[in-house]
């Protein structure tokens, strides 16, 4: 009877055994998972004990979505297309470089160009023949704004300062800080939000201050310690406030004189000058404001777009390489998430010294103007992200951009917004090694529109870059070459930039 009892527990103990060891527990981060607006976030999740899971099923999806999973790896294959709004942006991943993935049991989830639908949980779920089990991971993120626009107004006795920023998540604080440790802010308003059509929020507010006031005010807006934008301007002193009346009616009288003066000088010069743009020149007073396009079209070079270097699977060219727009892949992916940095292609063309003009359109016959594209030059060893704070000039990118919620735009440092009114057809763009300048010129009007310093290394080479941007029907296209009128011989005048295609 011993002998039956003790063979029954020894059965008994090691099927449970058995089964134990067949049992697989998923882990998933405890903290929240914080991530940045547009770029790349990876969720951890990891069996234990270590398994092999390349011969499990791992189905990863959003709360209720069971039968509908965003990644679905089955039969040793990853499915990614089942949810639209995850196409393309979802792939198993490394928790860690130390990670030997799938075979020592890590199913964690990666997630590209995020954004705010995709906030909140996240199910793990993992099966085998004899097991089965499930965890969640929670996802946050952050939008980083712009840097903040200041708008100076002066009144009679006071100056009101506005500070403005747009596409921040959550909503940021902002903070007004003067250099004069008494304080000079006679009122201030609070914050005001509003919310943009993509979700992320826009803060504005102003303080008004003394008419004599001598120092630097700076507007911070912040999320946290590390993410935060600021912006300073020096305010030099007003005229001081006098009881005499007699200063203010001869202050007055100076004033009229000064302005009829003005008046007199633009009205002679009005018609030599009303064929050119009304732009206002915000880089440089002293761009030339007498160019010549005749003068720019001898500096013409050839461009031809390299679209095997691209994310040509989301672009269309046409036969001659000289034109590019969005397919409508793109739109699916990349909509609602802000210009599309990641579709840029440059030209086969290396620049590293003279000068070199090229010009693109941006309309076509019975189609409207394209809104949305990007038209510069990039240092040759760039690397592409859909990260808007790795396309700057201290990572070797300068351009001109246009999107539709942030309007005409050049990434300097802070960025610097152009006037609503400007919409060119057509842009010609000139690269100047020997003044180290990049300018853009509205070909149609034959006006200048902004110039920007190139800092490089010498020995750097630099490529034309575009971006046709998504949801415009128009391409991008490169103009053909201008037919110079020959001159003199001796006199001819050609570009003598070093460039190879």
């Known amino acids: 009877m011993k002998e039956t009892f003790v063979c029954f527990c020894l059965v008994f103990f090691g099927a449970r055994l058995v089964m134990a060891s067949d049992t697989i527990t998923v882990n998933c981060s405890k ?22 899971a390349e011969n499990l099923e791992i189905r990863w999806y959003r709360p209720d979505q069971f039968k509908n999973p965003l990644l679905l790896y089955q039969n040793r294959k990853v499915i ?16 860690n470089p130390q990670s030997a993935g799938l075979k020592q049991g890590d199913v964690s989830l990666r997630l590209d160009n995020i954004g705010l639908s995709d906030i909140g949980i996240f199910h793990c779920y993992v099966s085998g023949d004899k097991s089965y089990n499930s965890n969640t991971v929670k996802l946050s993120l952050t939008a980083l704004g712009s840097f903040p626009h200041l708008s100076l107004e002066h009144r009679h006795d006071s100056v009101n300062l506005s500070c403005s920023s747009c596409g921040w998540f959550p909503k940021p604080s902002l903070l007004w800080k003067s250099t004069n440790e008494k304080g000079d802010l006679s009122e201030r308003q609070s914050p005001i939000y509003s919310e943009q059509e993509n979700g992320l929020f826009c803060i504005y507010s102003w303080v008004i201050l003394s008419s004599s006031v001598s120092n630097s005010m700076t507007c911070l807006v912040t999320l946290s310690e590390d993410e935060k934008r ?47 743009s009304e732009y206002k020149e915000v880089c440089r007073d002293e761009q030339p404001n007498d ?16 679209k095997e270097s691209c994310k040509k699977e989301f672009l269309s060219f046409n036969k001659q390489d000289d034109a590019v727009r969005d397919n409508d892949e793109a739109a699916k992916i990349y909509k609602g998430f802000g210009f599309p940095y990641e579709l840029c292609v ?20 019975n189609v409207p103007c394209k809104k949305s594209w990007l038209i510069g030059v990039a240092k040759a060893s760039y690397t592409i992200s859909n990260n808007k704070e790795d396309f700057s000039p201290g990572k070797g990118f300068w351009f001109l951009c246009s999107d539709p919620e942030n309007g005409l735009h050049v990434n300097t440092e802070p960025e610097i917004v ?18 180290s300048e990049l300018s853009f010129y509205n070909v149609t009007d034959s006006a200048h529109i902004f110039t920007m310093k190139i800092k490089r290394n010498s020995q750097e080479e630099l490529v034309p870059l575009f971006n046709p941007g998504i949801g415009d029907k128009a391409p991008l296209k490169i103009n053909p070459l201008r037919k110079i009128q020959a001159e003199p011989e001796g006199n001819a005048s050609g570009s003598d930039a070093n460039q190879h295609v």
């Open 31 to 52: 903290n929240i998972i914080m991530g940045k607006y547009g770029s790349s976030v990876v969720l951890p999740c990891w069996l234990t004990p270590v398994t092999d």
């Open 80 to 95: 990614t297309d089942l949810v639209e709004m995850y196409i393309n942006r979802s792939s198993l991943t490394l928790r």
């Open 230 to 276: 600021n912006v300073s301007l020096e305010i030099g002193a007003g005229l001081p406030v006098e009881n005499s009346g007699v200063w203010k009616i001869l202050f007055t009288l100076a004033l009229l004189c000064v302005l009829a003066l003005v008046g007199i000088f633009l009205f002679r010069f009005y018609r030599k000058y009303k064929s050119k």
């Open 291 to 306: 160019f010549s396009m005749e003068e720019l079209w001898k500096e013409t070079v050839n461009i031809i777009l390299d």
């Open 346 to 365: 440059h030209g086969r063309n290396k620049f590293s010294s003279g000068r070199a003009y090229w010009e693109v359109g941006l309309k076509q016959t």
């Open 418 to 435: 152009l006037p609503k009114n400007i919409t060119p057809e057509s842009i010609g763009v000139l690269l100047d090694f020997s003044k």
